[in-house]
C-alpha cells in the first residue's frame, strides 16, 4: 500500500488550517494510501494529532522536543528526517508556507528527491502551480522518487471533519543537537487577529488610505466580517501599517474567498499576491485604476465614504 505523509503546522501550539489541507492533498494524490500525519514541535502535540486524524489521516506520529517551540531549520530537518527514515513513504506534503518553504527543500535535498512547490490544484497524477507572478499555470508530473509535493494554503479544501474518528499515534524520540541556530525570545510586530495567510476574507488597503489613521475602517469593516487585514506594498513604504501586512509579489501570497482592495491601485506586484482569489471586490476613486481589470465587483468612490456605509450596512445584517 502507498503510504504519504501529512506535515502538520503549529503556530504558538495551536494546529493551522493549512494542516488539514495536506491531508486532503494526500488523498486526492491517491485515494487508496495509507496517511500518515507527522506532528513536530513542543507542546499539544497530541491533540493536534487527534485533529489530523478525525481531518481524514489514518494514523499519526508525533515528535516532542524544548528545541521545537519555534521554528528553526536545523531542528525541524532532523525531526522531519528522523520520521521519513522510519516511515519510508511514497510520499510527503507540506504546506507552502514560510517555514515549509524552508523546510521541504532540504529535505528534498537530503533525500536526493525532486519536489513540485506552491501547487494549487491536483488533477489526476498532475500537479498545478502558478508561474510568473500567476499571470500563467504549469502542471508537472513526477516520474520516479517520491511524490513530493507543497500546497498552497486555501487552495485545496480540507475533508470533512468526522470527531468519531480515530487512529494509533505513535511517539518518536528524536535526539536533536548541534543546532547552529536557537531561538530565545519571538518579538511579534503582526497585530492579533485573523492569520492573514489563512483568512476566508481579507481586507487590504493601499496608499489611498493616505495615512496609519485610514487603516481604521478597514479594521472596522474586518472586524465584522471576521476577516484579516492586509495592505499593498505602497501602504507599507508609506509606513501606514507593519510589514507583516503585505501581500505582493515581495510579500504573503493569499487566496481567499472575498478580497475587498481598498484604496488600492493594482500594480502587477501587488497582484501577483491576491489575484488568485475566488472573489475580487475593489474600491477606488480612480475607475481607470488598474484593480478594476482582475476585480469582480468594483465600486468607484472615495473608501472613506464607501467603506464605513459598507460596515454599517453588514452590520445592520448581523442584527437581523
Known amino acids: 500500500m502507498t503510504k504519504i505523509l501529512a506535515f502538520a503546522e503549529l503556530k504558538d501550539g495551536e494546529i493551522r488550517n493549512v494542516s488539514f489541507e495536506t491531508v486532503a492533498a494526500a488523498r486526492q494524490i491517491d485515494e487508496s494510501a495509507e496517511v500518515v500525519a507527522v506532528v513536530l514541535g513542543s507542546q499539544n502535540v497530541e491533540d493536534a494529532a487527534n485533529q489530523m486524524i478525525q481531518y481524514g489521516a489514518d494514523r499519526a506520529v508525533t515528535v516532542t522536543h524544548d528545541l521545537l517551540a519555534n521554528y528553526t531549520s536545523d531542528g525541524y530537518t532532523q525531526a522531519a528526517m528522523a520520521v521519513i527514515e522510519q516511515e519510508d513513504p511514497d510520499g510527503l506534503v507540506m504546506g507552502h508556507t514560510?517555514?515549509?518553504?524552508?523546510?521541504?527543500?532540504?529535505?528534498?535535498?537530503?533525500?536526493?528527491?525532486?519536489?513540485?512547490?506552491?501547487?494549487?490544484?491536483?488533477?489526476?497524477?498532475?500537479?498545478?502551480?502558478?508561474?510568473?507572478?500567476?499571470?500563467?499555470?504549469?502542471?508537472?508530473?513526477?516520474?520516479?522518487?517520491?511524490?513530493?509535493?507543497?500546497?498552497?494554503?486555501?487552495?485545496?479544501?480540507?475533508?470533512?471533519?468526522?470527531?468519531?474518528?480515530?487512529?494509533?499515534?505513535?511517539s518518536l524520540e528524536v535526539d536533536i543537537k548541534d543546532l547552529r541556530t536557537i531561538i530565545k525570545e519571538v518579538v511579534r510586530k503582526a497585530s492579533d487577529g485573523v492569520d492573514l495567510s489563512e483568512a476566508n476574507i481579507i481586507v487590504a488597503g493601499g496608499r489611498g488610505v493616505k495615512s496609519e489613521e485610514g487603516f481604521e475602517p478597514l479594521y472596522e469593516l474586518a472586524d465584522v466580517l471576521g476577516a484579516a487585514?492586509?495592505?499593498?506594498?505602497?501602504?507599507?513604504?508609506?509606513?501606514?501599517?507593519?510589514?507583516?501586512?503585505?501581500?505582493?509579489?515581495?510579500?504573503?501570497?493569499?487566496?481567499?474567498?472575498?478580497?475587498?482592495?481598498?484604496?488600492?491601485?493594482?500594480?502587477?506586484?501587488?497582484?501577483?499576491?491576491?489575484?488568485?482569489?475566488?472573489?475580487?471586490?475593489?474600491?477606488?476613486?480612480?475607475?481607470?485604476?488598474?484593480?478594476?481589470?482582475v476585480a469582480d465587483y468594483g465600486i468607484v468612490g472615495d473608501l472613506f465614504d464607501v467603506v464605513p456605509k459598507l460596515t454599517e450596512e453588514l452590520k445592520a445584517l448581523q442584527v437581523k
Not at 505582493?248 to 499576491?273: E, F, M, N, R, W
Open 98 to 170: 514560510s517555514a515549509g518553504k524552508d523546510l521541504s527543500p532540504r529535505i528534498a535535498s537530503k533525500l536526493d528527491n525532486g519536489l513540485v512547490s506552491d501547487i494549487t490544484g491536483i488533477e489526476g497524477d498532475q500537479f498545478v502551480r502558478p508561474i510568473y507572478s500567476g499571470k500563467a499555470f504549469e502542471k508537472k508530473t513526477i516520474k520516479d522518487g517520491k511524490t513530493f509535493v507543497t500546497i498552497r494554503p486555501n487552495n485545496i479544501a480540507p475533508l470533512e471533519q468526522d470527531g468519531g474518528r480515530s487512529g494509533d499515534i505513535t
Open 229 to 293: 487585514v492586509g495592505a499593498s506594498r505602497g501602504a507599507c513604504d508609506a509606513g501606514y501599517c507593519d510589514y507583516s501586512l503585505q501581500i505582493g509579489q515581495t510579500g504573503k501570497v493569499v487566496t481567499p474567498d472575498l478580497y475587498i482592495a481598498c484604496g488600492i491601485s493594482g500594480a502587477i506586484q501587488h497582484l501577483a499576491g491576491m489575484s488568485n482569489s475566488k472573489v475580487i471586490v475593489a474600491i477606488n476613486k480612480d475607475p481607470e485604476a488598474n484593480i478594476f481589470n
